[in-house]
């Protein structure tokens, strides 16, 4: 067969695929393009909430107050998780993210309400429990796409399925800005709710496992159940662990003291409660508009390049 006419034979998504980077493969792009919709609606809401939570936090109590809900998040964190760890273990994936979505659908609808009260605890309320919310999401949504696809697949795909990610973050901050100023702040939360809603509906026609095995060769596949043991106990053990643990550590520290001096210089440069939500929307676009645009020209040939070392040093040293 001729190059022309194998070139013609290839589908029209897979050309613009390949193009793409994207190594997208038959039988594989509705389940691909729907998780890359699920990621979409995901980080579209969390950017778009969180310029709410930033703006009415400022507005209430000020950016040197932000340290005293930095804790609150970290204290609530552990036990909501753990007991949102007990409920989902006898429970199907996907009927516990459904219901997750549900549950943070109606409780933006909620801080719709009380976020009119005036207060200062609202402010800090939904600064805490959206904060939880989106930890959740995320690890649901990703535990659910390690399920769906095999470690081959997931090398191929994920990096597209983060893309839906960076787009969602723009138009997140774009809905904030745009439903703030054609209407106020609190609506971003009711624009927020469909996005939940939508998402409970798009998880629901996920598969519930990846195919291409056999049930029984799936089931002779599982290893033996070891005991649960102490996360410290297994980073105490590990050099590698021990490593990572500090370099998140040393990375929140950062991120967080960096953040605390950004939303201070927010808060003296903006005046209004919607010229705020209006100012982090259009930051966040920005800067998921840049991430895009730098994935897209620069980390493949990064990676080719200098190598992956030479990419993991990127963002430390674009911070320093």
């Known amino acids: 067969m001729a190059p022309e006419a194998s070139a013609l034979s290839v589908p029209g998504w897979r050309r613009i695929a390949t193009r793409l980077q994207v190594d997208m493969r038959p039988g594989e792009r509705r389940l691909a393009c729907l998780l890359f919709a699920c990621f979409f609606l995901i980080v579209c809401f969390q950017?778009?909430?969180?310029?709410?939570?930033?703006?009415?936090?400022?507005?209430?109590?000020?950016?040197?107050?932000l340290p005293w809900v930095y804790l609150a998040v970290a204290v609530c964190s552990y036990p909501l998780l753990r007991l949102y760890t007990r409920f989902s273990e006898s429970t199907a994936r996907h009927k516990v993210i459904s219901a997750t979505c549900l549950v943070v659908a109606a409780s933006t609808l909620f801080f719709w309400w009380i976020l009119g009260i005036d207060s200062i605890w609202p402010a800090a309320a939904f600064y805490v429990w959206i904060s939880?919310?989106?930890?959740?999401?995320?690890?649901?949504?990703w535990s659910l796409s390690a399920q769906v696809f095999d470690a081959r697949q997931a090398k191929r795909l994920f990096g597209f399925v983060t893309a839906g990610g960076l787009l969602g973050g723009i138009v997140g901050g774009q809905v904030a800005r745009l439903v703030s100023a054609a209407a106020d702040t609190r609506a971003t939360l009711l624009a927020a709710t469909g996005l939940m809603v939508l998402l409970a509906l798009a998880i629901r026609t996920v598969p519930s496992r990846r195919k291409g095995r056999p049930a029984e060769n799936r089931q002779r596949a599982k290893?033996?159940?070891?005991?649960?043991?102490?996360?410290l106990a297994i980073i105490r053990e590990s050099r590698q662990l021990q490593l990572i643990s500090g370099l998140m550590v040393v990375t929140i520290l950062v991120a967080q003291t960096v953040d605390l001096q950004f939303n201070w210089a927010v808060e003296n440069s903006t005046v209004t409660l919607d010229q705020r939500t209006?100012?982090?929307?259009?930051?966040?676009?920005?800067m998921n508009l840049a991430a895009v645009v730098f994935q897209l020209v620069f980390t493949a040939r990064i990676h080719r390049v200098l190598g992956v070392g030479a990419a993991l040093r990127v963002l430390p040293t674009t911070m320093g």
């Open 278 to 286: 209006a100012f982090f929307g259009n930051f966040y676009s920005v």
């Open 132 to 141: 939880i919310t989106y930890a959740v999401t995320y690890s649901q949504f």
């Open 223 to 231: 290893p033996k159940q070891e005991p649960a043991r102490g996360a």
């Open 47 to 65: 950017y778009a909430t969180k310029s709410v939570r930033q703006s009415s936090f400022l507005d209430d109590l000020g950016a040197a107050n």
